[in-house]
């Protein structure tokens, strides 16, 4: 193939860009180093029998953008089954908060325990709404000017009490602002578990965004792809197979050729050089720009890049497969269809930060649970569970190392679900690890970090992965950037994707 646009990785972004430039009529080859694509989007059987995401199970982010439907990716076998509730606080002592789509439910559901905390998260609700609604654009991508006197408006409507205590509050770690505007840890440790999920730290300035993020599941819900989040990956694939391009597995980036200032050509590990017209890199930003371009990027633009951040902070996960759901007491219906808190108090998560960053494994350990086979029955044999538990605070590098520690955090995780679900020890079939080492050396996320670099406000929207490489263009004739380390965010968006894609197609107008 000569002269293709090349795009480095297929994780859900590489796909969405692939899929963008095929539908305006362009020769697009995707190259994945794993034998599989879906990066973050992968589900797999890591237990015999039972399927288990192996990172993103809960996608909230690209169902606030067009991209499903202009991609028509329904009409390529994307399902996704709402979880509703999007979350349940089980709390070790028994209390449950159940975070419904519905304000109004979840303010009933709060005031069983507490009527003034309901009050309290209502009032929280109403700055964070307009919040979310004024940075919607942005996450969507949509920069055009209609977009703008929505923000306004929504803007003034997040000022309109007391601005300076708002801009104040959205300025704060989300520790202190959950203090100031949540009265208990009854709903402040799981609004706090959510943010965590994000992968910003509690004490981090301006990480406040994550916990009014809180109103986005209000908003849009969570959902997950039937079949698991392998469902994304795989309708990608189809869309873009479809419309002309090809996905390329077992092919890994060893070097992008760049000479005069443009994009030549991607080189293989083993040698074989693939001509490029252009190239898309959806893969850590600092990886793409710094290791595999040669040359690599320099001056202040490289120096900028190699200055960007990423903690020591990421996620572990434990699959476990049961002969029947967690059984918390006092549970009802629908408590397994969303995400499951067992961070009881907000202390416990900022301490296990803390500890996280300084590379021990924390204790207690803050965990969330997904039980995807109760909405889904394609995933355990018949009357079995997959039981996917989350620590949104491992430590990339743990003392003593991962192999060393991968019992502790097994044991430690089925404590903190026992602790929550007595009994549910003896109803274990399997159990399998997926630690950050394993995430590094598969996936090639370095540290292991699912974001590549962190998303604190400084490196988020326009500034990711830098302010100067924040529009998806570089330096690089014909080269851009995409993926979880660009504007504007990592997780499961897709908008990275589209908007590396529509900087390239206006290039070539
Ligand atoms: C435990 C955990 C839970 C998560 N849960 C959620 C969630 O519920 N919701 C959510 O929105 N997000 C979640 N995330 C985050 C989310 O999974 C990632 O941010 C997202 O998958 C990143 O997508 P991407 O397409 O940008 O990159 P990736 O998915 O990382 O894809 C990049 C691809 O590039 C390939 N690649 C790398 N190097 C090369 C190379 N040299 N040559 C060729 N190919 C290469 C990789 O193999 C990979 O397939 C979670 C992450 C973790 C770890």
Redesign the pocket.
């Known amino acids: 193939m000569a002269g293709v646009d090349v795009v480095?990785?297929?994780?859900?972004?590489?796909?969405?860009a692939a899929c963008y430039l095929a539908l305006a009529g362009r020769d697009v080859l995707v190259?994945?180093?794993?034998d599989r694509?879906?990066?973050?989007?992968?589900t797999e059987e890591t237990i015999p029998g039972y399927r288990f995401?192996?990172?993103?199970?809960?996608?909230?982010?690209?169902n606030m953008t067009d991209i499903p439907v202009e991609l028509d990716l329904a009409g390529a076998g994307l399902d996704y089954v709402e979880m509703d509730p999007f979350s349940v606080a089980v709390h070790a002592d028994g209390r449950r908060v159940r975070f419904h789509r519905s304000i109004e439910a979840t303010l009933e559901s709060i005031a069983e325990e507490s009527p003034s905390e309901a009050a309290a998260y209502r009032r929280f609700l109403d700055t964070a709404v307009p919040l979310v609604r004024t940075v919607l654009p942005a996450i969507r991508g949509d920069t055009s000017a209609r977009a703008l006197p929505g923000q306004v408006v929504n803007a003034v409507r997040a000022l309109r009490h007391q601005p300076l205590t708002t801009v104040r509050d959205v300025l704060s770690p989300y520790d202190s602002l959950l203090r100031r505007r949540l009265s208990s840890d009854l709903t402040r440790g799981p609004v706090a578990a959510f943010a965590a999920?994000?992968?910003v730290g509690p004490t981090v300035p301006g990480g406040a965004l994550y916990a009014f993020w809180q109103a986005a599941y209000h908003l849009f819900g969570?959902w997950h792809g039937r079949g698991g989040?392998q469902n994304l990956t795989d309708a990608l694939v189809s869309r873009l197979t479809s419309l002309g391009g090809e996905v390329r597995c077992s092919?890994?980036?060893?070097r992008i050729e760049a000479g005069g200032g443009r994009v030549r050509a991607v080189v293989?590990?083993g040698g074989e050089r693939i001509e490029a017209s252009t190239v898309i890199t959806?893969?850590?930003p600092k990886?793409?720009l710094l290791d595999?371009l040669d040359p690599p990027l320099d001056g202040e633009a490289g120096a900028d890049l190699a200055a960007a951040r990423r903690s020591n902070v990421?996620?572990?996960?434990v699959h476990v497969a049961t002969d029947r759901l967690p059984a918390y007491p006092g549970g009802r219906p629908g408590d397994w269809n969303g995400l499951q808190s067992y961070v009881d108090r907000l202390d416990d998560l900022s301490s296990a930060w803390a500890q996280a960053e300084a590379g021990l494994l924390p204790d207690p350990l803050p965990l969330y649970a997904?039980t995807p086979s109760a909405i889904d029955d394609g995933l355990a044999p018949p009357g079995q569970h997959t039981v996917y538990l989350?620590c949104?605070a491992a430590p990339s590098r743990v003392d003593g190392g991962w192999a060393a520690r991968r019992d502790d955090l097994v044991e430690r995780s089925l404590d903190v679900l026992e602790a929550r679900a007595p009994g549910v020890r003896s109803s274990v079939l399997g159990v399998a690890t997926?630690t950050p080492d394993e995430?590094e050396r598969?996936?090639?996320?370095p540290g292991?970090h699912?974001?590549?670099l962190d998303i604190a406000l400084d490196q988020l929207g326009p500034f990711r992965p830098t302010k100067r490489l924040g529009g998806w263009r570089t330096p690089v004739g014909g080269l851009y950037i995409?993926?979880?380390?660009?504007n504007p965010t990592?997780?499961?968006?897709g908008t990275?994707?589209r908007q590396a894609a529509r900087a390239l197609l206006a290039d070539q107008k």
């Open positions: 480095v990785g297929a994780g859900h972004n590489g796909l969405v190259v994945e180093q794993l694509p879906g990066g973050g989007s992968r995401d192996l990172h993103s199970a809960a996608h909230n982010i690209i999920h994000a992968g969570q989040a092919a890994p980036v060893e293989l590990e959806a893969i850590d990886t793409a595999l990421v996620q572990a996960v997904f989350a949104p997926w995430m598969v996936e090639r996320w292991g699912p974001m590549y995409s993926g979880a380390g660009t990592g997780g499961i968006a990275p994707g």
